[in-house]
């Protein structure tokens, strides 16, 4: 493999046509009705140089453990396990950059185990070097600049192997998916451009393309090209945008170039799908770019990751979220012919623990794991007559539990996964295991959500989430939209269309309810559906029990629909109010919730989306 990195990549698009074209074959023609499999693909263990800093010594082996619901050891010594059922697949995720070096320094089979230089780079036992976090960084950078032995090649292939060995043992077809991948870090300014790279079967190159070897993503995707034409496949997955300070999704190259149409497909070849929800924040909108969306602000994370002060608030949203990123595409798409933001969507963890806590009520973070760390409990809370004054809220209480990749699949299985992946039926959620289909088509039947098998008049009639459907007649296209609770979830309050149109050049966008719990109609003026009437105890958490629905099913018709326009729709599904995982915090520890942080939210859903083009 080591001939493909000075291999250059002139022009991919004749295979990736071809590709495309096959897979659209069995997407958009009569195909077989698929399962919904929930899985994490944003892992990180010991092999990452931030989770060893954080006392980390859990192994991707103890990672796969704890997706298929073992339990594994926290570093704060408790043990950790799921509550609910098994991961259906999972990808363990170390960074790329300073891949195993730490690890190796305790492995005494690794290379260059005990190298002298590398003594004081490594925590002493039940030591905690993130506040010295930067300094290292730093330190770190200027013993690879000077070709320090013990980061050598040596030490990353000891790592990426065991990364590989581990997914290869503990892959079970048609039981337990694992995926060999890692994460791709560059971070300009910290600023975030970070992207998970999967690939699709054991054929893997000999190392990852780390932020090392480029700060550029458009790097990233020559060198998967070029994997590709080798019978190598794979996609990169960009999460945190809402920490990129407007990068992750620009008008422009990364380099300041104009975006062309090889850009675009290249762009959408490598990166079909991106992660919206985890644990570090929310990346499908924000309050100041929807301001029109109640349901905007959820899990906003108002701080860049990597400064040190509270001083330094992120500064632009725009090109940061992904609503925002499609209606861009649509910009595009009108102004120019092509769009590289056609994305679908999953949900991910980022935890840096081997493990993840998508249960609400048993929240665990990384490094120091007490409640007054964690911003959910103050000092002294077990002494009499302290509060929340002058309590500094630390930035990780604005940190979630972290969400869920949902993927409608034949199998599960590496290929079909992928392949679901690929062509972007997947779904994101917050959490919780809440299942969406979403079906777009001129020849839907309007009685669908009645009939005996709507999902496979779907298939046949229409498209799925994902899909692009060509406008050939002017009639109103009809969309099918089926939601399922999590047994061990919350109660659907209401699913939800969002719009996404270009009206003269500029993008605007809508949020339809469509269908609501208990009997309730949308308002046919303000498209909304007034409240159910849950509620939530905030004394020990119960929530109303007589409101909800197990599963929400509708057809819609847009009532706006214009057969010139440009359009993309997805669903948002929303649970009834529950307790945030600092609420159940503090009424376990008999306090009151940190009155800086929201005492109880809506855990949700989002489909990908579907695209008209005229």
């Given at each position: 493999?080591?001939?493909?990195?000075?291999?250059?990549?002139?022009?991919?698009?004749?295979?990736?046509?071809?590709?495309?074209?096959?897979?659209?074959?069995?997407?958009?023609?009569?195909?077989?009705?698929?399962?919904?499999?929930?899985?994490?693909?944003?892992?990180?263990?010991l092999?990452?140089?931030?989770?060893?800093?954080?006392?980390?010594?859990?192994?991707?082996n103890?990672?796969?453990?704890?997706?298929?619901?073992?339990?594994?050891?926290?570093?704060?010594?408790i043990s950790?396990?799921?509550?609910?059922?098994?991961?259906?697949?999972?990808?363990?995720s170390?960074?790329?950059?300073?891949?195993?070096?730490?690890?190796?320094?305790?492995?005494?089979?690794?290379?260059?185990?005990?190298?002298?230089?590398?003594?004081?780079?490594?925590?002493?036992?039940?030591?905690?070097?993130?506040?010295?976090?930067?300094?290292q960084?730093?330190?770190?950078?200027?013993l690879?600049?000077?070709?320090?032995?013990?980061?050598?090649p040596?030490?990353?292939?000891?790592?990426?192997?065991?990364i590989?060995?581990?997914?290869?043992?503990?892959?079970?077809p048609?039981?337990?998916?694992?995926?060999?991948g890692?994460?791709?870090?560059?971070?300009?300014?910290?600023?975030?451009?970070?992207?998970?790279?999967?690939?699709?079967?054991?054929?893997?190159?000999?190392?990852?393309?780390?932020?090392?070897?480029?700060?550029?993503?458009?790097?990233?995707?020559?060198?998967?090209?070029?994997?590709r034409?080798?019978?190598?496949?794979?996609?990169?997955?960009?999460?945190?945008?809402?920490?990129?300070?407007?990068?992750?999704?620009?008008?422009?190259?990364?380099?300041?170039?104009?975006?062309?149409?090889?850009?675009?497909?290249q762009?959408?070849?490598?990166?079909?799908?991106?992660?919206?929800?985890?644990?570090?924040?929310?990346?499908?909108?924000?309050?100041?770019?929807?301001?029109?969306?109640?349901?905007?602000?959820?899990?906003?994370?108002?701080?860049?990751?990597?400064?040190?002060?509270?001083?330094?608030?992120?500064?632009?949203?725009?090109?940061?979220?992904y609503?925002?990123?499609?209606?861009?595409?649509?910009?595009?798409?009108?102004?120019?012919?092509?769009?590289?933001?056609?994305?679908?969507?999953?949900?991910?963890?980022?935890?840096?623990?081997?493990?993840?806590?998508?249960?609400?009520?048993?929240?665990?973070?990384?490094?120091?794991?007490?409640p007054?760390?964690?911003?959910?409990?103050?000092?002294?809370?077990?002494?009499?007559?302290?509060?929340?004054?002058n309590?500094?809220?630390?930035?990780?209480?604005?940190?979630?539990?972290?969400?869920?990749?949902?993927?409608?699949?034949?199998?599960?299985?590496?290929?079909?996964?992928?392949d679901?992946?690929?062509?972007?039926?997947?779904?994101?959620?917050?959490?919780?295991?809440?299942?969406?289909?979403?079906?777009?088509?001129?020849?839907?039947?309007?009685?669908?959500?009645?009939?005996?098998?709507?999902?496979?008049?779907?298939?046949?009639?229409?498209?799925?989430?994902?899909?692009?459907?060509?406008?050939?007649?002017?009639?109103?296209q009809?969309?099918f939209?089926?939601?399922?609770?999590d047994?061990?979830?919350?109660?659907?309050?209401?699913?939800?269309?969002?719009?996404?149109?270009?009206?003269?050049?500029?993008?605007?966008?809508?949020?339809?309810?469509?269908?609501?719990?208990?009997?309730?109609?949308?308002?046919?003026?303000?498209?909304?559906?007034?409240?159910?009437?849950?509620?939530?105890?905030?004394?020990?958490?119960?929530?109303?029990?007589?409101?909800?629905?197990?599963s929400?099913?509708?057809?819609?018709?847009d009532?706006?629909?214009?057969?010139?326009?440009?359009?993309?729709?997805y669903?948002?599904?929303?649970?009834?109010?529950?307790?945030?995982?600092?609420?159940?915090?503090?009424?376990?520890?008999?306090?009151?919730?940190?009155?800086?942080l929201?005492?109880?939210?809506?855990?949700?859903?989002?489909?990908?989306?579907?695209?008209?083009?005229?």
């Amino acid at each position: 493999m080591q001939k493909l990195w000075k291999l250059r990549i002139a022009d991919l698009t004749t295979l990736a046509l071809i590709i495309m074209t096959s897979l659209s074959l069995s997407v958009y023609g009569k195909a077989p009705e698929r399962s919904a499999y929930f899985g994490d693909t944003h892992i990180h263990t010991l092999y990452s140089f931030d989770a060893f800093l954080g006392n980390v010594r859990t192994s991707p082996n103890d990672a796969y453990l704890y997706g298929k619901g073992h339990p594994i050891k926290h570093p704060s010594g408790i043990s950790i396990r799921l509550s609910g059922p098994p991961l259906d697949f999972l990808m363990v995720s170390d960074h790329a950059k300073f891949l195993g070096i730490l690890a190796a320094q305790i492995d005494p089979q690794a290379p260059h185990y005990g190298h002298p230089e590398a003594s004081g780079l490594i925590p002493k036992s039940g030591e905690n070097y993130w506040g010295t976090f930067m300094s290292q960084i730093k330190k770190w950078q200027t013993l690879e600049d000077e070709k320090a032995e013990f980061m050598g090649p040596e030490v990353w292939k000891y790592a990426w192997q065991k990364i590989i060995d581990a997914a290869e043992q503990h892959n079970d077809p048609g039981n337990f998916t694992t995926f060999i991948g890692y994460e791709y870090t560059p971070t300009p300014g910290s600023r975030h451009l970070h992207r998970n790279v999967m690939f699709k079967g054991s054929e893997v190159p000999d190392r990852p393309f780390s932020s090392g070897d480029s700060m550029n993503p458009e790097d990233l995707w020559n060198w998967l090209d070029a994997l590709r034409a080798e019978g190598i496949d794979s996609i990169a997955i960009p999460h945190n945008m809402n920490q990129s300070d407007g990068l992750a999704f620009q008008t422009k190259t990364f380099n300041g170039g104009p975006i062309t149409r090889a850009y675009a497909e290249q762009r959408m070849r490598n990166e079909p799908i991106a992660e919206i929800s985890q644990q570090k924040g929310t990346s499908e909108t924000h309050p100041l770019l929807s301001p029109n969306d109640e349901w905007a602000n959820f899990q906003i994370v108002q701080y860049y990751l990597n400064r040190i002060t509270n001083s330094e608030p992120i500064s632009v949203f725009k090109g940061g979220y992904y609503r925002d990123a499609l209606l861009t595409g649509l910009e595009m798409q009108e102004a120019q012919g092509f769009n590289p933001y056609k994305m679908g969507a999953i949900g991910a963890s980022d935890t840096h623990l081997s493990a993840a806590p998508f249960e609400e009520n048993e929240y665990f973070t990384s490094r120091v794991n007490t409640p007054t760390s964690r911003g959910s409990a103050y000092p002294d809370y077990k002494q009499p007559n302290k509060s929340w004054d002058n309590f500094n809220t630390p930035r990780g209480a604005t940190h979630g539990t972290g969400g869920l990749a949902g993927v409608w699949s034949e199998e599960n299985t590496r290929a079909s996964l992928f392949d679901s992946m690929r062509r972007r039926e997947t779904f994101a959620t917050s959490g919780p295991r809440i299942r969406v289909r979403f079906f777009a088509g001129n020849d839907l039947p309007e009685n669908i959500a009645e009939s005996e098998d709507p999902v496979a008049i779907g298939y046949s009639k229409g498209v799925p989430m994902g899909g692009v459907l060509n406008g050939l007649s002017e009639a109103p296209q009809r969309f099918f939209i089926w939601a399922s609770r999590d047994p061990n979830g919350g109660w659907l309050q209401r699913a939800q269309i969002i719009k996404g149109w270009v009206e003269g050049g500029e993008s605007k966008e809508a949020v339809f309810d469509v269908v609501c719990s208990d009997g309730i109609k949308p308002d046919p003026n303000s498209h909304r559906c007034a409240n159910n009437g849950a509620t939530v105890n905030l004394a020990d958490c119960s929530t109303t029990r007589d409101k909800g629905a197990v599963s929400l099913k509708a057809t819609w018709t847009d009532p706006n629909f214009k057969s010139n326009q440009q359009t993309f729709y997805y669903a948002r599904v929303l649970e009834n109010p529950s307790c945030r995982w600092s609420t159940w915090d503090a009424i376990r520890l008999g306090i009151k919730p940190n009155p800086d942080l929201p005492m109880t939210h809506q855990e949700r859903a989002w489909s990908s989306p579907i695209w008209y083009q005229p």
